[in-house]
């Protein structure tokens, strides 16, 4: 096993893109994607976090599953025995096959024959760990007498509950695919596969079938993924099934969101990695049927999130109990849970309602989660990671023992450090999309993509340094051919923090954002939040745009108790926090003035290259006397993503501007 190991933290993942797997995919819905293999990352920003996922973060975890025993329970498995001790959790098996569907797809962007190797022998150890009819459960069969006592006794017994059966097989099949079309091997493919048509035979409304869902959602967006990949049709009816079952089951409850049928909720409820799943499973399956009843309750459900449950870095899931939304409003910020993997489910559902509906409004909400509320659960060198993202911090643990607020290298439970292995080395695929003869630039990051468009090849070199500032410059590097550029303008530089009234900006900027197609500006209306140039594109036509990016003040709706009297921070796609290292007073204290001044300062060698924002402010506390006293203070503020790689201390996000909001502390040697 230590072999194993070894050849994944020596792998260099050279390489560049195969020719050939690059493509864009046909994924059954309206917009199609554009594969991250197909797009060549040169970034500075995300060019940085993509070399941290390859070279620390996969690497580490693959130590980990070693490390901690869970390539042990396959090897377990394979020859049970009624002595084994069934430890861990339930769900281990995941921690292996997140890891590597992050590895295959650094694997399709930088080819590397050691790192495939690696997996092929991790391969072998659960291929041998699969029983007969396909069934892949190490909990249960490694010790089938006494299996891990989340698991019930028999297959299927307690998957509503702590089994994660279905659970192990969603993630199974995103990494089995992800392996596929990466590796053009079947060696994963088939073992999800022959464990996909176990369940099929198993579960559902036929005579002898047992009628359950997923306690834990993935499966259906999983099985949704596999259909696509194999043609299969019985696994889109599975994934179906397991929503339309949803509330008519023994489990009827807000937790699992199956309080009633998924076509009669309205509201996002329960434990929020759950829900962000089981609502990207709703989306593909509207997309893919073409149910107007799918796409009408996936569309409340959104309204519901991003109008009341959202919180400014795009983090979902207010509660530490249950892990779980709280009610319309509830946002608090110092005991705010927002999940790691809530935070890439909120991507997942985003990216599918705009495959569903073509409309800039997802990326919005996208693209706020993914700069704020996601890589902040990572650090920036790849070797730690954040379970819970509060928005304030004031030193003391307001969570579990296993769940704190300083980052570690890994989890008891691990979902949030194998989930990030595994969505990073996606990001390139989220930049572009096509439909017929348009091409959707939603996303602003220094690359080079090769497109079919219209069955035509095109390639585009986009240059930026977004988001530290709001210049693009795009380039058709090959290709003439009609079609139209659909360029994303941005809800921030439109004076929309969000599209919904949750969050509003508090002052009088007005940001503009300008186009030019070889130095001639173009104009036009916005349609859902593109702007279209449409024309017949020749080799070396340079597409170039402005937005202004201003340091902004946010203030939260009335509704929002948590932020009366108090503003946020941000500039362009980042919100921004003040953290104590660099200020010389309490954060927790500060009272900002009521027209702040920002002054943005490039700090390019610390925490891997900031802008900051330093104002003018007030820090209050109580003098000899017991007075109040204000003393001026210069406040710095850094990105939120970035805190807490400098030890611990205080950290705000919502800051307050009216004095009822405000602390004060007793002065130094009271």
Not at 435 to 445: E, I, M
């Amino acid at each position: 096993m230590k072999t194993l190991v070894t050849l994944a933290l020596v792998a260099t993942f050279a390489g560049s893109m195969s020719a050939q797997k690059k493509q864009t995919i046909h994924s059954g819905y309206p917009i199609d994607p554009v594969s991250f293999t197909a797009v060549k990352v040169t970034d500075g920003f995300w060019g940085q976090r993509l070399d941290a996922s390859r070279k620390v973060t996969i690497p580490l975890a693959f130590s980990k599953c070693e490390e901690t025993g869970r390539y042990e329970n396959f090897i377990k498995a394979a020859h049970p025995s009624d002595d084994y001790k069934v430890e861990g959790f339930s769900f281990d098996d995941t921690d292996v096959y997140k890891t590597i569907e992050g590895a295959s797809y650094s694997l399709q962007t930088y080819p590397d024959k050691k790192l495939e190797k690696y997996i092929d022998s991790v391969l072998v150890i659960v291929a041998g760990a699969q029983e007969p009819d396909g069934y892949l459960y190490t909990a249960r069969t490694m010790n089938p007498k006494h299996p891990h006592n989340w698991s019930g006794p028999e297959r299927w017994s307690e998957v509503e509950n702590l089994s994660h059966e279905f659970y192990n097989l969603g993630h199974m099949v995103e990494g089995a695919v992800a392996h596929y079309q990466a590796t053009g091997k079947r060696n994963f493919l088939d073992i999800a596969i022959r464990y996909a048509d176990c369940v099929c035979r198993n579960i559902g409304e036929a005579n002898g079938q047992k009628r359950v869902i997923p306690g834990h959602q993935i499966a259906e967006m999983a099985l949704v993924r596999l259909y696509t990949v194999t043609g299969d049709k019985k696994y889109l009816d599975q994934a179906k099934f397991f929503l339309d079952a949803r509330g008519t089951t023994a489990r009827k409850d807000m937790y699992l969101q199956s309080h009633k049928p998924v076509l009669e909720q309205d509201e996002a409820v329960g434990h929020a990695v759950r829900a962000g799943y089981m609502y990207s499973g709703m989306a593909d399956v509207a997309a893919i049927t073409g149910d107007s009843s799918y796409i009408k309750a996936i569309d409340r459900i959104w309204e519901n999130i991003v109008g009341k449950k959202i919180y400014i870095t795009g983090g979902i899931g207010a509660r530490h109990e249950g892990e779980a939304f709280g009610d319309n409003y509830e946002l608090p910020n110092l005991t705010a849970y927002n999940e790691t993997c809530a935070a890439i489910g909120n991507v997942y559902m985003n990216y599918r309602l705009f495959l569903l509906h073509g409309d800039a409004k997802y990326f919005d909400v996208l693209e706020r989660t993914l700069y704020n509320g996601l890589i902040s659960g990572v650090s920036l060198d790849g070797g730690k990671f954040f379970y819970p993202n509060p928005l304030s911090y004031d030193g003391k643990y307001h969570f579990n023992a296993d769940h704190t607020i300083t980052r570690q290298p890994w989890f008891g439970c691990a979902c949030c450090p194998s989930n990030i292995s595994r969505f990073i080395p996606s990001l390139p695929g989220y930049v572009y999309a096509v439909k017929d003869d348009r091409v959707y630039v939603n996303l602003f990051l220094s690359n080079r993509a090769e497109l079919k468009v219209n069955n035509k090849k095109v390639t585009l070199q986009q240059e930026t340094a977004y988001p530290w500032n709001g210049d693009i410059r795009l380039t058709v590097a090959q290709g003439n051919a009609p079609f139209t550029m659909k360029i994303r303008i941005p809800g921030w530089v439109r004076n929309n923090v969000l599209p919904s009234d949750l969050y509003a900006y508090a002052d009088n900027q007005k940001p503009t954002y300008r186009v030019r197609l070889n130095g001639q500006e173009v104009q036009g209306k916005l349609t859902d939040g593109y702007l279209d140039i449409n024309r017949k594109w020749k080799k070396g036509d340079v597409v170039e745009v402005h937005f202004d990016m201003l340091p902004r003040v946010v203030k939260a709706n009335d509704k929002v108790e948590a932020d009366k009297g108090r503003v946020a921070v941000e500039r362009g796609p980042i919100v921004y926090c003040a953290e104590w290292p660099d200020n010389n007073f309490n954060v927790n204290t500060v009272l900002l003035n009521r027209n702040p001044q920002f002054k943005v300062v490039e700090k390019p060698d610390m925490l891997y290259g900031i802008n900051e924002l330093v104002t003018d402010a007030q820090s209050l506390s109580y003098n000899e006397a017991g007075k109040l006293a204000a003393k001026d203070v210069q406040l710095t503020l850094i990105p939120y993503y970035a805190w807490a790689h400098r030890g611990e201390g205080n950290m705000d996000v919502w800051l307050p501007m009216e004095v009822s909001a405000a602390s004060a502390m007793p002065q130094k040697g009271e």
